[in-house]
């Protein structure tokens, strides 16, 4: 099966679900929508799911490593080994996401999607797409081919956390040059100019911003990638990383299993994941607003708010992880809330 007919079975979300987890909401004894964008949040997780009795245990981030050949452009502070010592420290838990997942009681799943010439580690995950992307300011950074089966090694990677029960992923990156990738493939399924959506990533000086613009216009005059086809623009400006991050946001809508959006780099793979398939959206949920440019934009293209605004960018999932616990306030008063009635309260009305 081809991934158009793949990404044909993912169906609308669910009315009934949606509006018996209204319900619920209603009958909580505290003012309608009071909670806001958590209580949507569980609608929007009930209609996913099929049923009112939402559950977000358990739990894991899917941290997708890769390298991206356009560090070459001097596009970063640092060179490509420190992909790889990033992910040896996610496997050990002690990278930044490690730390906040154990307060949240999330697992850590990183996932090796093409580090450069990375021997494998134990507590990786191996499904190399590749050993790094190609230069994208010199041509495609991978083969049309190359992309769709990093898409499908993302839906993949959902469907066996489905299997082992997992309510709630959130959809993590590391991947030294990333942020070109992203602004790159942003800036084409936007309209944007590449100014506009182009941020310091981890601490660039102006010269490395300006190499930084400089190679992400190259790389769109050189391939001429094709707006309208996201999955065109993913391969030939993208990294594998991002390409197996649009797979577990379609794998989320396929397998109904909700997938935090953390910051610049996933929220581009989501929109990938969205213009390859408007269904896909309902299982998206933003974490949080990224302080870089194109955080806001992209959140808007995709349709979404996020539950936090804190000025972070730091990627690995962090952000996708630091909401968890605010799911899980808005899913205690969802479930252990006194109602109206058994208050003796005049319920509130909706006027």
């Not at 009795?53 to 997708?64: E, F, I, S």
């Not at 050990?92 to 999330?106: E, F, I, K, N, Y």
């Not at 601490?203 to 094709?226: C, M, Y």
């Not at 616990?325 to 909706?350: H, K, N, Q, W």
Request: glycine residues 12%.
């Amino acid at each position: 099966m081809n991934l158009h007919e793949i990404l044909k079975q993912i169906t609308p979300p669910d009315g009934d679900a949606r509006r018996e987890a209204q319900r619920r909401w209603d009958a909580c004894a505290k003012p309608l929508g009071s909670l806001g964008l958590l209580e949507t949040a569980i609608c929007d997780i009930a209609a996913l799911t099929g049923s009112a009795d939402v559950r977000l245990l358990p739990r894991a981030v899917l941290v997708l490593c890769a390298d991206n050949g356009v560090v070459r452009q001097g596009v970063t502070q640092t060179d490509s080994s420190v992909t790889a010592a990033v992910a040896r420290a996610l496997a050990r838990g002690r990278s930044s996401v490690g730390c906040m997942a154990a307060r949240a009681d999330c697992r850590v799943v990183p996932v090796d999607m093409g580090i450069r010439d990375f021997p494998g580690c134990e507590g990786i995950l191996d499904r190399r797409a590749g050993n790094g992307t190609g230069d994208l300011s010199e041509g495609p950074a991978m083969t049309r081919q190359q992309a769709e089966a990093a898409i499908r090694t993302g839906m993949e990677l959902v469907r066996a956390e489905r299997e082992r029960g997992t309510r709630l992923l959130a959809g993590g990156e590391m991947g030294i040059g990333n942020t070109t990738t992203a602004a790159a493939v942003t800036a084409v399924l936007t309209g944007s100019d590449p100014e506009r959506v182009t941020g310091r990533g981890a601490g660039l000086s102006d010269e490395g911003l300006q190499r930084k613009l400089a190679a992400i216009r190259r790389g769109i005059a050189v391939n001429r990638p094709d707006a309208g086809d996201a999955l065109d623009v993913l391969a030939k400006l993208g990294g594998f990383d991002l390409a197996g991050l649009c797979g577990v946001f379609l794998g989320g809508a396929l397998y109904r299993i909700p997938v935090l959006i953390d910051g610049f780099p996933a929220a581009a793979a989501a929109l990938c994941a969205l213009r390859l398939c408007p269904a896909a959206g309902k299982a998206m949920l933003a974490s949080h607003v990224s302080a870089e440019p194109a955080g806001a934009l992209l959140l808007r293209a995709l349709g979404k708010e996020a539950f936090l605004t804190a000025g972070m960018r730091l990627g690995e999932g962090s952000g996708a992880v630091a909401a968890m616990p605010l799911l899980d306030m808005a899913l205690a008063v969802y479930r252990e809330c006194y109602t109206f009635s058994e208050g003796g309260i005049v319920p509130y009305r909706r006027l």
